[in-house]
């Protein structure tokens, strides 16, 4: 099992690592934090798995608390993200680009759900691997939430979809940080 689990955490790695440049930097580009907050959300998630990948093979006490460290990371990248969307509240800027948004979140949802399938058998497993799941299908969720916010965008105009799913993801990345301190 701790050769199949390395070799899903390494996919999944890279995956979340090329995601975390792509989103990074058309976030920056277009100006979204929906994009940049799953961006620092995957970077967070690639973290993660390769705090995953050192838990492989050491007893249940260290996998448990190697999960916790993921959740901690977890809960800090919460507080920055909501300072940032806080930040741009009161920094009013122009709306985000919604065709950069929508496209680079619909790849990245692909990109989740290629993860979601390589994850499948590890859901129920030890607690490193309950923890890439839990990562992994709080993206796909956030990745919906940026389309929908882009098209948001475009309807009206407006930044208020992009900061209002900033602020999810990063409810999602608070929700699943406790789900993981909990293990």
């Known amino acids: 099992m701790a050769a199949a689990d390395r070799r899903t955490l390494i996919q999944v790695f890279a995956i979340n690592a090329l995601f975390f440049v792509a989103e990074g930097l ?42 916790h460290l993921s959740g901690y990371f977890q809960l800090a990248l919460a507080a920055i993200g909501f300072a940032e969307v806080l930040r741009r509240v009161f920094v009013a800027g122009a709306p985000p680009e919604p065709f950069t948004m929508a496209v680079v979140s619909a790849f990245a949802l692909a990109g989740n759900l290629t993860c979601l399938y390589l994850l499948r058998r590890a859901k129920d497993g030890e607690a490193h691997m309950q923890a890439s799941w839990i990562f992994t299908s709080n993206d796909a969720k956030a990745n919906v939430g940026v389309i929908v916010a882009a098209g948001l965008v475009g309807l009206t105009g407006n930044n208020w979809p992009d900061l209002v799913i900033g602020a999810f993801i990063f409810v999602l990345v608070l929700r699943g940080a406790v789900r993981i301190l909990r293990l």
Do not use: F, H, P
């Open 26 to 67: 058309a976030g920056w580009w277009a100006q979204s934090m929906g994009l940049v907050a799953d961006g620092l959300d995957m970077l967070a998630d690639a973290i993660v798995y390769g705090l995953g990948l050192s838990a492989i093979g050491q007893v249940a006490a260290r996998k448990r608390r190697i999960a």
